[in-house]
C-alpha cells in the first residue's frame, strides 16, 4: 500500500508542478499582451516626454538614454503598469516619491512616454 500512496503523491506533486508552470506562463504571455495592446495619444506620449526631460533625466537619463545609476527604464517590463506607478508614486531605492508632485495624469503620461520610448 506504502508504493501507492507514494505513487499518487508522485503524480499529484507533477500535476501540480505542471498546473503552476502553466499558470505562469500565462501570465507572462498576458502581461506581453496587455503589452503589445496598449495604445497611447500621441499628445499622451509627448506629456510624458516633458515631464520626464523634467523631472526624471537627471538621474535615467535624457531621452532614457544613459542613466548612469539609475534603472535603465528602457528595460522596464511593459505588463508591470501597477509597479511602475507604486515607484513612481511612492519612491524605490534611491528614487524620491513623486506623489505628491505628480498627479495621476502625469503619472499615466509618463507611463505612455516609458513604454513607447522615443520614437526615431
Not at 503589445?36 to 537619463?61: L, V, W, Y
Request: aromatic residues 8%; glycine residues 8%.
Amino acid at each position: 500500500m506504502t508504493g501507492l500512496t507514494t505513487g499518487i503523491s508522485l503524480v499529484a506533486a507533477v500535476a501540480l508542478w505542471c498546473a503552476t508552470a502553466a499558470a505562469q506562463d500565462t501570465a507572462k504571455d498576458t502581461a506581453k499582451d496587455t503589452a503589445k495592446d496598449q495604445s497611447f495619444a500621441p499628445q499622451q506620449i509627448a506629456t510624458g516626454a516633458e515631464i520626464f526631460a523634467r523631472n526624471c533625466s537627471p538621474c535615467h537619463g535624457p531621452r532614457m538614454q544613459d542613466p548612469e545609476s539609475a534603472f535603465d527604464l528602457r528595460k522596464f517590463p511593459p505588463g508591470e503598469h501597477d509597479r511602475f506607478v507604486r515607484s513612481v508614486t511612492n519612491g524605490k531605492n534611491q528614487m524620491p516619491p513623486w506623489g505628491d508632485l505628480l498627479k495621476g495624469a502625469d503619472i499615466e503620461a509618463l507611463w505612455a512616454y516609458v513604454t513607447m520610448g522615443e520614437k526615431k
